[in-house]
């Protein structure tokens, strides 16, 4: 005598799925990416396979995200867990993340929960070996495609960085010079006066009650800083210690390498 089949498997029941579209900030306004559009899409896609659409739930967040910090996404992946229905469906894979690692734990997650992943614009269905292959394929490209993005980026940095121009918050010891519409770094010579004050003021040797000698403490040393009326990156004249220790460590880095700089020109003239 066979055993009846789990509920998801009974022949001829009409599918169920929650369907998904999702939008980051900058997607709203393209063609095609538009919520409304997912939505058309989607309840399209339903009407001609004959699947019964459970809840469909729309969310603005990043794809970058960990989906579970996607309330809307959250609450399908609970009810999905708790055999709601049969499918989730997207009209693109990337509208479940764009990260390769949360998407590949998303699916083992819906296999063990007898659930099948749709995306329609890859034609992309996990219940036969076709899609299962295509999706491995289109989430590698998108993995590589990601990384070949943070390369570019990475070496554009490090390409702008090398010719001087400002590429993240202005660092100490330098000032911002916009050349022919160019944000370009230079020295700010009050930033490194001040530098120099903290770094001193910090190496002021006074004496302690028995004798011994110790540095300046950062406290006393936020203390004449202010009272000097020196001024912090955004015009203020409020410091604190941790902004003291920060800027007291870059000009010793700076004094290290100056004094490298200056043995390696020297050493032509010792040979």
Aim: net charge positive.
């Amino acid at each position: 005598m066979s055993r009846p089949l789990p509920k998801r498997e009974v022949q001829d029941k009409k599918r169920r799925a929650y369907c998904y579209a999702r939008v980051s900030s900058h997607e709203q306004g393209e063609i095609g990416h538009s919520l409304a559009a997912q939505k058309a899409t989607l309840k399209k896609y339903c009407a001609t396979e004959d699947i019964e659409i459970v809840e469909l739930h729309t969310e603005v967040a990043s794809g970058g995200d960990h989906p579970m910090k996607r309330n809307n996404f959250k609450h399908i992946l609970e009810e999905l867990q708790r055999g709601k229905a049969d499918l989730i469906i997207v009209v693109k894979l990337d509208r479940l993340s764009r990260c390769s690692k949360d998407i590949n734990k998303l699916v083992e997650d819906f296999e063990k929960w007898g659930v099948t992943l749709h995306s329609i614009t890859e034609k992309i269905d996990l219940s036969n070996a076709m899609g299962r292959f295509l999706f491995g394929l289109i989430r590698d490209l998108a993995q590589m495609e990601k990384d070949l993005i943070s390369e570019r980026t990475i070496a554009s940095l490090a390409k702008k960085k090398e010719e001087g121009q400002l590429t993240g918050r202005c660092p100490w010891s330098k000032q911002v010079s916009v050349v022919n519409g160019i944000k370009m770094l230079i020295d700010s010579p009050e930033d490194i006066e001040t530098m120099k004050m903290v770094y001193d003021l910090r190496n002021t040797m006074h004496k302690l009650a028995k004798g011994t000698t110790a540095p300046l403490q950062w406290a006393k040393v936020v203390e004449r800083v202010v009272a000097a009326g020196r001024k912090n990156k955004n015009g203020e004249a409020v410091w604190c210690q941790t902004q003291v220790r920060s800027i007291y460590k870059q000009y010793k880095a700076m004094l290290a390498e100056r004094a490298l700089e200056e043995q390696k020109e020297q050493e032509p003239e010792n040979e």
